[in-house]
């Protein structure tokens, strides 16, 4: 997905942390004292707090930096080693206080117990570091806060704001003035109520964050609720209520920093607020799917919002989507063609084909085979825009591009129910593929005429325009 992203470039300020796991087997018990014995047998260390929101901005494909406060130890070392190895440009500033560790004791997936070695940091420490942060290049910034003292906010946000850039925060705490002015707001509920009050119903819950909203100078909240999704509330009052899309859930863990790196990397790309929460909806349901404190990939989500969109990219992908359809007891219909310029005639057309069956897929031409059909000057559009463009119609449920100069091969894996197509088909001998869908056990239907609505037809009278005006 790195076009998605490609222009985003993200800044993560805040408490790194490195999270240390022992594993091992706990068979008896201490002779020493009323305690497991843990016989250790392997050991593991991944990035944590402010260093795993980083983790998860870069797997994206998105240029990130993470700036936080170290010590000179070498859990600071094997912090920087491995968010180098993840893409990730570690901006640690060393004091002469201990790296922030965690390490867990873990027997057959069960904590038995977690020893934190950590020191706050002193002011003057996070003034410094937010000093020496340069938002040069930048596209937004995440405020990582898991108050253990690395982050001054308000120099911060005011830097931010001096260049135009958006800033999003993941909050700690009750007091959220210290956020004043920053873009985005992304409480889990807890900390929200703990802020604001509970609520009972959402027109509720959207009073309550548009009173924050005003008073922090803020432009909207993110409410992360667990299995009831997420509620956007931007500052003009509208609210989005974002469904979680998780399928399955194996491990919560970490889910929230996946959410704002998401978001953060969706409006580091210019996307709305509203795009960008939908976005890190999306992550959101593939990595509470995983076990263990996981990331999304760009590709990963991108696959997401395609099926979710009805857009395509694999032959494989649309056949298995095609026979889930089928086990649910529907139909799927198969219409295939250039569709450079969309028209009424199409629309009409691709209702009544849908009409036909449950399920409308609709094959496009490529480029190229638009070029060798249709002659070098089509198509006008892209196949991008033309899939887009066809993958908003309600009558069509999914699209899919073609390369060869028949959907042929696109017929022989999809096999859809019914095969359709429009024009000046005189009998269904006519339509290529007929004979591979008859022989299945298929139908193959010729709807009436887009005739005189024909893409040719409006480029010619477009021509003939042009030329009429300009003699």
Not at 232 to 259: F, K, P, Y
Not at 295 to 324: C, M, N, P, Q
Not at 330 to 345: M, P
Request: hydrophobic letters at 45%; aromatic letters at 4%.
């Amino acid at each position: 997905m790195s076009h998605m992203f490609s222009a985003s470039r993200v800044m993560v300020v805040g408490d790194v942390m490195l999270d240390r796991y022992w594993h091992g087997d706990a068979g008896r018990i201490s002779p020493e004292a009323p305690v497991p014995v843990v016989r250790v047998t392997h050991d593991e260390i991944r990035p944590g707090g402010a260093a795993n929101v980083a983790l998860n901005v870069s797997s994206l494909g998105v240029d990130v930096g993470c700036a936080g406060i170290v010590g000179h130890d070498a859990d600071a070392d094997l912090l920087e080693q491995m968010l180098n190895n993840h893409n990730v440009n570690p901006l640690f500033m060393r004091v002469e206080q201990r790296t922030i560790t965690k390490l867990r004791v873990l027997s057959q997936a069960h904590q038995m117990i977690r020893l934190d070695f950590e020191t706050p940091f002193d002011a003057s420490s996070a003034k410094a570091l937010a000093d020496s942060v340069s938002l040069d290049g930048m596209t937004a910034i995440v405020l990582s806060d898991y108050a253990k003292g690395s982050l001054e906010p308000r120099s911060l946000i005011q830097k931010a704001r001096a260049s135009k850039i958006p800033v999003v925060v993941d909050p700690k705490g009750t007091d959220f003035e210290k956020y004043h002015g920053a873009t985005l707001l992304t409480p889990n509920r807890a900390e929200f109520e703990a802020v604001c009050g509970s609520w009972t119903n959402d027109l509720e819950l959207v009073r309550k964050a548009l009173a924050l909203i005003n008073g922090l100078d803020i432009e909207a909240i993110l409410v992360t609720r667990s299995e009831q999704g997420m509620t956007l509330i931007e500052r003009d009052g509208s609210a989005h209520q974002l469904a979680t899309m998780a399928r399955e859930v194996a491990d919560v863990t970490g889910a929230g920093d996946t959410v704002i790196a998401a978001v953060a990397a969706g409006l580091g790309a210019g996307m709305s607020l509203a795009a960008s929460a939908e976005l890190a909806n999306h992550a959101a349901g593939i990595v509470v799917s995983k076990s263990g404190t996981a990331t999304v990939s760009g590709r990963e989500l991108e696959s997401a919002l395609s099926v979710d969109y009805g857009i395509f990219h694999s032959v494989a992908d649309i056949a298995v989507w095609a026979e889930k359809c089928r086990a649910k007891g529907e139909k799927v219909v198969l219409t295939n063609g250039c569709f450079d310029i969309l028209h009424a005639g199409h629309v009409a057309y691709l209702r009544e084909a849908a009409s036909l069956g449950d399920r409308l897929i609709v094959a496009v031409n490529s480029d190229a085979s638009v070029a060798r059909l249709k002659g070098p000057e089509r198509p006008l559009n892209t196949v991008e825009r033309r899939l887009q463009v066809l993958a908003g119609l309600e009558a069509v449920d999914a699209v899919i591009a073609f390369e060869d100069d028949t959907p042929i091969p696109l017929i022989d894996i999809v096999r859809p129910d019914i095969l359709v197509k429009g024009g000046d088909y005189k009998s269904i001998e006519e339509v290529v593929g007929y004979e591979r869908v008859l022989g299945y056990g298929g139908d193959v239907k010729v709807l009436g005429e887009v005739g005189a609505l024909s893409t040719s037809h409006l480029i010619a009278k477009i021509r003939q325009t042009d030329s009429d005006s300009t003699n």
